[in-house]
């Protein structure tokens, strides 16, 4: 452990003997309060065509009724909601687990890929993912700014592909192409029910190759590897990608248990069992290990990105200014 610590804050060998107890220790259990009283952002957005099962995936996922869908039914008919044209829209729900509290913020894309022209369809979904960054730049740059800046950051987009079996469609590359530089995007196989073992296996290979082929660099990114453990860890997970999964906010029967699963003629689909899907393996990337991950890849890398191009390109102006006042 602590050469992996040497390695990653470059101390190097610089140690010093304490000859008694000090109680660094203890720094962790602080931190650990004062993050329990902050309390935990997160942001997810869903990308993929309509009926795809993202709403209900989130729903999954979070074991509550999260998503737009669900919160919308009974205001409106639902004839009503149905956009024209891509939409971009978000809602936060505050959800409670043992004392830790987490705003979740669920960014849904209505739209996108529903039309005969899906042209540019991508586009709304990048301009809304660069607000939020320029939102928190331009609080990060006040002069007098928040203790602590609120976060409406993309943490992570969950893209659904369809479960034809055949491969990528041209709108899915184009659209991970073109996002993957500004947002982590995992992409998922949507109702893997509708496949058999084979199909299955065969669809994640051809998935795989197009996305090499296109040179999209899907979460977690390999060439952001620091050290050997993490390495391991995100070559399994890149191994099993893209993770095909089964949503339902229905729960069943098994055993004596409560279970999430799909009720069907032939059996139950258990949507946390190994052996029937992969959701539990995208949870727990998602939210049991990879968390804080995917909001630090967020921080310092996308949002870096945009915030150097964003001042390097303000500098520029001003500098022109300057030069034609002067002139
Ligand atoms: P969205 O339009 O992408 O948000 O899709 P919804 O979550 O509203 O789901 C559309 C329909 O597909 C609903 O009838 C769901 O019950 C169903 N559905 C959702 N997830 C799955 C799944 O994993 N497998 C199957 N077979 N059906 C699903
Ligand atoms: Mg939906």
Redesign the pocket.
Known sequence: MSEAMAETTNWGRLQTEVKGYVGIDTIQEQIRKKALKRGFEFNVM?V??????????V??LFKAKV?R?SCMQSEKDPALIIPKTVEVQSISHVIEENGVRLKLTVT?T?GFGDHINNENCWLPILEYINEQYEKYLSEEINVSRKKQIPDSRVHVCLY?IAPTGHGLKPLDIEFMKRLDKVVNVVPII?????LTIEEREHFKARIKQALNEADISTYPMKELETDEEDDNINTRIRDQMPFA?????KSHQVDGKEVLG?L?NWGL?E?ENHNH?EFANLRDMLIRTHLQDLKDVTHCIHYENFRFERLNARKKIDKGEDQESRC
């Not at 993929?48 to 995936?57: A, C, R, V, Y």
């Open positions: 869903v993929g065509s309509s009926g795809l099962g993202k709403s209900t995936l729903n999954t998503s869908r849904d209505p659904f949507a109702k893997a029910d509708t999964v089964v949503g339902s906010d799909r069907t689909i949507v899907c």
